[in-house]
């Protein structure tokens, strides 16, 4: 069965700095890896998918990737902004149905 | 393009009481999905449906049950309300081994 731990838990950093979320999975057989955003009260936003056969995916700060082998995903999110604050959750699809296991998810805050 | 609909947006329910949460997608996606995420427990699945007409159970089925009524729509039933489904449940949808889209969730309280 897929395990998927996301460390730390909470970070909270100021303004500016550059920061790594991590995510690690048990079983390396993954046909992708998704990225979200959930703001309090909030549903998740996609941030990022990366399919198996990709090694990092980027979109404006953000930049993921994927290792496999080591059964690691990072999210790197550069020059951090309090508009940033937000928990962040890893999904990794493994198995015949394409069914996502989730994260616990690391609850970010950017001050200023 | 709404994306992926819920309703309601909350309720709360007498114990024993039934209802139904409504979810709709209008991207064409074969695979919905219903979760439940309480705090320290993360996201757990509850039922999904890989295309029109089949449904599976997912991690917590118990107390639930779930219709494909069509591709848009999947919604999930409560029979009789218990306080521990008393959560927060998100609908999603997806192409397979694609994103997979949430909607804005149900918060559900059982007294």
């Known amino acids: 069965k897929q395990e998927v731990t996301q460390i730390p838990a909470a970070l909270s950093v100021p303004e500016g700095e550059n920061l790594v979320l991590n995510c690690s999975f048990t079983d390396s057989a993954i046909y992708n890896l998704q990225w979200f955003r959930q703001d309090p009260g909030k549903g998740l936003t996609s941030l990022l998918l990366i399919q198996s056969s990709q090694r990092e995916q980027t979109s404006g700060r953000l930049n993921a990737s994927l290792d496999k082998s080591s059964g690691r995903s990072t999210l790197y999110i550069a020059a951090s902004q309090p508009g940033d604050s937000a928990t962040y959750l890893c999904?990794?699809?493994?198995?015949?149905?394409?069914?996502?296991?989730f994260g616990r998810g690391t609850s970010l805050i950017v001050h200023p | 393009n709404a994306g992926v609909t819920q309703t309601p947006k909350f309720q709360v329910l007498k114990t024993g009481q039934s209802m139904t949460l409504q979810c709709a997608q209008d991207m064409n996606h074969n695979s919905m999905y219903w979760y439940r995420q309480d705090p320290g427990m993360g996201l757990r699945l509850i039922y999904y449906?890989?295309?029109?007409?089949?449904?599976d159970k997912g991690e917590v089925p118990n107390g639930y049950n779930v219709s494909r009524l069509n591709k848009r729509e999947f919604s999930l039933r409560l029979e009789s309300a218990a306080p521990s489904q008393t959560s927060v449940y998100f609908c999603?949808?997806?192409?397979?081994?694609?994103?997979?889209?949430f909607g804005p969730g149900t918060r559900l309280t059982v007294t």
């Open positions: 999904a990794v699809s493994s198995g015949g149905s394409y069914i996502p296991t």
């Open positions: 449906s890989a295309s029109e007409g089949t449904t």
């Open positions: 999603a949808s997806a192409v397979p081994s694609y994103e997979q889209y």
